[in-house]
């Protein structure tokens, strides 16, 4: 167990709904990171969060956002969802922010399927 | 850009046998190397990580790593295979020089080990 929860484990919906995915990182870190994994795409970095603030951004759709909450909690939010959203969605976490060396540890991801 | 290729789509071995997981990367500046595992329907797992020093990393569950930068590579390795280790491997790297603290993924190793 690596200390990152994530809920919920599995999320069924229709095409053009609006999904938000949850994520609690490890106690005392305040980096937060969202990938996406697919069979097309592979393993792909969203977006990071350093102590409620965006840190970086990656290949994040703009119909996809996300947030850090002050007790450091993140969501992310994807909305008008299309068939090809469907994918496992990690979240990760580490202690510090431009600390390159330190370790993002996994949460178990979130399974979404739109229909 | 950073990039991570893992030329294997499958590695199979017997059980007792050693292992090599190959993984190359490309980056601008220095890089840090990861290797996570993933299990069935699990998150990705932490095994270790090279940031600078001595080129043989030593990590989790007896599994270690070369760096060798004239070969840009970071090959996972085990001495002696469990017929536990079958799993999905995955080579990360962070570019010292981009902007953020993301980690780019290989497209993962499928370890199969047999009885």
């Known amino acids: 167990d690596s200390g990152v929860t994530q809920t919920p484990k599995h999320l069924i919906t229709a095409t053009g709904q609006r999904v938000t995915l949850r994520c609690s990182p490890r106690?005392?870190?305040?980096?937060v990171y969202w990938y996406q994994q697919s069979l097309d795409q592979g393993l792909q970095f969203l977006i990071q969060?350093?102590?409620?603030?965006?840190?970086a951004k990656g290949n994040i759709l703009e119909r996809f956002s996300a947030q850090q909450f002050p007790d450091l909690h993140s969501e992310l939010n994807l909305s008008s969802l299309e068939l090809g959203d469907s994918a496992l969605y990690f979240c990760a976490s580490s202690v510090a922010n431009g600390v390159s060396t330190d370790t993002q540890y996994f949460g178990p991801g979130t399974r979404l399927t739109v229909l | 850009a950073q990039s991570v290729a893992q030329p294997e789509d499958q590695v199979n071995v017997a059980e007792g046998n050693p292992l090599t997981v190959k993984c190359t990367y490309s980056v601008s500046g220095n890089p840090y190397l990861f290797w996570y595992v993933q299990y069935p329907n699990r998150g990705l797992q932490f095994l270790l990580k090279y940031i600078t020093g001595d080129n043989l990393v030593k990590g989790s569950y007896g599994f270690e790593a070369e760096f060798n930068k004239s070969q840009t590579s970071f090959h996972l390795k085990k001495p002696s295979a469990l017929v536990s280790d079958s799993a999905l491997y995955f080579c990360a790297v962070r570019d010292t020089r981009s902007s953020g603290d993301k980690l780019t993924f290989g497209t993962g190793t499928r370890l199969a080990v047999r009885p």
């Open positions: 106690s005392g870190d305040l980096s």
């Open positions: 969060y350093y102590n409620g603030e965006e840190r």
